[in-house]
């Protein structure tokens, strides 16, 4: 698809922007400073795709997106890809002698990095910011006393030096990333192996019904339909109001899922598909030039 506009969580040097350089071929990128600024764009027709964090291994879910998804914009996710984070302390190269008084990163980033800080800035303020990249872009203006937590990509973007690497606190750190379109077209991605399909659906339950949820769950389970997430998240109607958020290990079809969208509304539930969807596992390369 020539011309595909692509729309991600900036500035320059996210590790959205990371994922979105290595899956998509071509198209021009557009950074947004904010996950709702990234979707509205999709939204009003300003961007065709936008590309969002979705859940993290260490920290989970990102609730912004998921309820921005449900509750402001009418999209579909039409693919998803998992990324690995690695996290860095970074620091303005002019003032590497200064002691570091203030940490800017994301608050999943800084979370992440939990230990690694308890132990070696207690006393360091931290300071939230949109992204990691917006972190790092702030310590490449004025870098005295200040250091980021970004990926290598962002300190090479903004001229910082990575004083340490790896510093989350896990090793198996990823982050899957959702590819959102509000009408369905067809990506022109790179070559990269799809390591299964998925189906995001919507669950509704009807207040006061006992036993509903083993209800839902059975629905699947009989048809024998893996279930690789089940999350709760509040309808924002009301104290104990709630949908789940169910990924389905296998495409949408014509005769399991109708199945279950029929067995459901029998028991007055609500089931919605949010996408069905190839995943990508990405290896995003280093940058060509090390700080």
Same mark, same amino acid.
């Given at each position: 698809?020539?011309?595909?506009?692509?729309?991600?969580?900036?500035?320059?040097?996210?590790?959205?922007?990371? %994922?979105?350089?290595?899956?998509?071929?071509?198209?021009?990128?557009?950074?947004?400073?904010?996950?709702?600024?990234?979707?509205?764009?999709?939204?009003?027709?300003?961007?065709?795709?936008?590309?969002?964090?979705?859940?993290?291994?260490?920290?989970?879910?990102?609730?912004?997106?998921?309820?921005?998804?449900?509750?402001?914009?009418?999209?579909?996710?039409?693919?998803?890809?998992?990324?690995?984070?690695?996290? !860095?302390?970074?620091?303005?190269?002019?003032?590497?002698?200064?002691?570091?008084?203030?940490?800017?990163? @994301?608050? !999943?980033?800084?979370?992440?990095?939990?230990?690694?800080? !308890?132990?070696?800035?207690?006393?360091?303020?931290?300071?939230? $910011?949109?992204?990691?990249?917006?972190?790092?872009?702030?310590?490449?203006?004025?870098?005295?006393?200040?250091?980021?937590?970004?990926? %290598?990509?962002?300190?090479?973007?903004?001229?910082?030096?990575?004083?340490?690497?790896?510093?989350?606190?896990?090793?198996?750190?990823?982050?899957?990333?959702?590819?959102?379109?509000?009408?369905?077209? $067809?990506?022109?991605?790179?070559?990269?192996?799809?390591?299964? @399909?998925?189906?995001?659906?919507?669950? $509704?339950?009807?207040?006061?019904?006992?036993?509903?949820? !083993?209800?839902?769950?059975?629905?699947?389970?009989?048809?024998?339909?893996?279930?690789?997430?089940?999350?709760?998240?509040?309808?924002?109607?009301?104290?104990?109001?709630?949908?789940?958020?169910?990924?389905?290990?296998?495409?949408?079809?014509?005769?399991?899922?109708?199945?279950?969208?029929?067995?459901?509304?029998?028991?007055?539930?609500?089931?919605?598909?949010?996408?069905?969807?190839?995943?990508?596992?990405?290896?995003?390369?280093?940058?060509?030039?090390?700080?």
């Amino acid at each position: 698809m020539k011309g595909q506009k692509i729309g991600y969580l900036g500035p320059r040097g996210t590790f959205t922007k990371m %994922a979105v350089d290595s899956l998509f071929d071509g198209g021009s990128f557009i950074s947004y400073e904010s996950i709702p600024a990234c979707l509205d764009a999709v939204e009003q027709g300003e961007i065709d795709t936008g590309v969002v964090p979705l859940e993290n291994a260490i920290e989970g879910s990102v609730h912004l997106t998921i309820d921005y998804l449900v509750h402001q914009v009418n999209q579909s996710i039409i693919a998803e890809m998992t990324v690995p984070i690695k996290q !860095h302390l970074c620091i303005h190269p002019d003032h590497a002698d200064e002691q570091v008084r203030k940490i800017y990163s @994301h608050s !999943h980033a800084i979370a992440q990095c939990h230990q690694y800080l !308890h132990k070696n800035f207690p006393d360091a303020k931290l300071e939230y $910011t949109a992204s990691t990249g917006r972190a790092a872009e702030i310590v490449g203006e004025d870098g005295k006393g200040t250091a980021a937590i970004c990926n %290598a990509l962002a300190a090479e973007e903004y001229g910082l030096k990575i004083v340490e690497e790896n510093i989350h606190d896990y090793d198996n750190n990823h982050t899957r990333f959702a590819v959102v379109q509000k009408t369905p077209k $067809t990506l022109k991605v790179k070559d990269h192996p799809v390591s299964k @399909h998925k189906t995001t659906v919507m669950v $509704t339950l009807p207040k006061d019904y006992v036993g509903a949820l !083993h209800q839902v769950l059975a629905a699947f389970a009989w048809r024998k339909m893996n279930l690789s997430k089940i999350e709760s998240r509040p309808l924002k109607t009301g104290l104990g109001n709630y949908f789940f958020l169910i990924d389905v290990d296998q495409p949408y079809d014509q005769v399991l899922f109708p199945g279950v969208q029929a067995e459901l509304q029998a028991l007055g539930c609500q089931l919605k598909v949010i996408g069905t969807y190839p995943s990508y596992q990405i290896e995003v390369p280093s940058p060509a030039r090390k700080i």
